[in-house]
């Protein structure tokens, strides 16, 4: 039993070609000496093939309740309790493979990622093949800015765990972020394997096979999405967007109006209404949407542009020219 560490560092933005492009802030504060944010791969691998720690399942009870209080009181998030009864386990029971994975848990949510990374490499020593442990150093790696190698421990995760959800996701997320279409869409698959009402991976795979010119399956990921939360702003933009670009026009504006009305601060829908008005000549709503765009952020320089002709457009209008 182990509580999870979370995608901490890499920030992953749903939509496609945002003109707005919105950015996550990472709040996260992580203290690692140069020594360990440096520290060679080859390092933190295990030299060894066989299993030396013991699990859950050969421990005595007395140490279990230990255990499983720790790892509770993590969950939940009280570190101080948890570090101190994993500690307590493993003054016992030195070799526990769970409670020395979920101490290096515990000191990295506290930012102490110099002995987290320890803790991990002992679990990796007592037990080559514990995956979720080159999950979460995999983790640590990306937060130490060290994606290739990030990718290398996260790929060992899924040969040992074909379906470890968060791997695959980060996967996924890094491969289409370094515009590996085929191979985010692999990853995204397999974790459809497992979980199929994952509302970022339906959007992941909808953005991905729109960018494989993939239309129709594209749609259907959004669609999906839909089902899983009609309430969702972004699913109701990207539904926008794949109608767009399938010239269903009534459909996108239904679809990015609701987007507006989810999130009046949407403003790559309000953009998008502005475009479609535009195109139709219908220049008041189309400069009413850019306005609307304009209201969410006053610098953005399409929208001004565009505003700024379709003003012109009902001058001229109005002149009879």
Known sequence: ?????????????????????????????????????????????????????????????????????????????????????????????????????????????????????????????????????????????LDSNRKKDAVTLMNRCIQLEPYHLKARFALGKMAQIDGKIQEAIRHFRAYQMKDKGDLRVHIALGELFLLANQADTSLKEFEAAARIDDKNPQVHYQLGAAYHRRQSIGQALFHYKRATELAPDHMDSFINIGDIYFSRQEYASALAAYNSALGVDSTNTYAKRKAAQAEQKLLEHKSGL
């Open 1 to 141: 039993m182990v509580f999870f560490l979370a995608l901490l560092t890499v920030s992953f933005v749903a939509g496609c070609e945002s003109r707005s492009q919105r950015k996550t802030k990472n709040t996260f504060k992580l203290k690692v000496s140069d020594e360990v944010k440096d520290i060679p791969l080859s390092e933190i691998l295990p030299k060894n093939t066989k299993g030396i720690g013991k699990h859950e399942k050969e421990i005595s009870d007395s140490v279990r309740y230990d255990y499983m209080y720790g790892t509770l009181a993590g969950q939940y998030g009280n570190l101080a309790i948890s570090e101190k009864s994993l500690k307590k386990a493993l003054a016992r029971e030195p070799d526990f493979v769970d409670a020395r994975h979920n101490l290096g848990l515990v000191y990295y949510k506290k930012g102490l990622a110099d002995k987290a990374v320890k803790e991990w490499v002992t679990t990796l020593r007592l037990d080559p093949k514990y995956s979720e442990t080159y999950y979460d150093l995999g983790i640590f790696m």
